[in-house]
């Protein structure tokens, strides 16, 4: 089992960025293929990014692609989202997640495929 905890949201203006870091509890934080959601009012929760657990391999929507980058640095049990460009569509409560299943080519990018999850971080995109 894993922990999440997810820090560094605020308010930002547009054109801004921000990072995002995703603590992991646990010594087997390496297992895990990590992922970021975000969820605004009213709406669905929405795949951000994935890295799989070597961080070999990352993916990402379209929506962000060019603007955000995942990375994780598994000696400090940590994943980070870095975002760039912001925008005012980006403001939602940000999640980062964990899934536990093993042999992952790529990160899922619906929440059903991820075990834990984290408490969440308001990220707030000004106009």
């Known amino acids: 089992q894993v922990q999440l905890v997810e820090s560094g949201g605020g308010l930002v203006q547009a054109g801004g960025s921000l990072r995002l870091s995703c603590a992991a509890s646990g010594r087997t934080f390496s297992m895990y293929t990590m992922g970021w959601f975000r969820q605004a009012p009213g709406k669905e929760r929405e795949f951000v990014a994935a890295?799989?657990?070597?961080?070999?391999?990352?993916r990402y929507p379209d929506i962000v692609k060019g603007r955000f980058t995942i990375s994780r640095d598994n000696a400090k049990n940590t994943v980070y989202l870095q975002m760039n460009s912001l925008k005012p569509e980006d403001t939602a409560v940000y999640y980062c997640?964990?899934?536990?299943?093993?042999?992952?080519?790529?990160?899922?990018?619906?929440?059903?495929?991820?075990?834990?999850w984290g408490q969440g971080t308001q990220v707030t995109v000004s106009s």
């Open positions: 890295i799989t657990r070597s961080a070999g391999r990352t």
């Open positions: 997640a964990a899934d536990s299943s093993p042999g992952r080519l790529y990160g899922g990018t619906t929440p059903r495929e991820y075990d834990y």
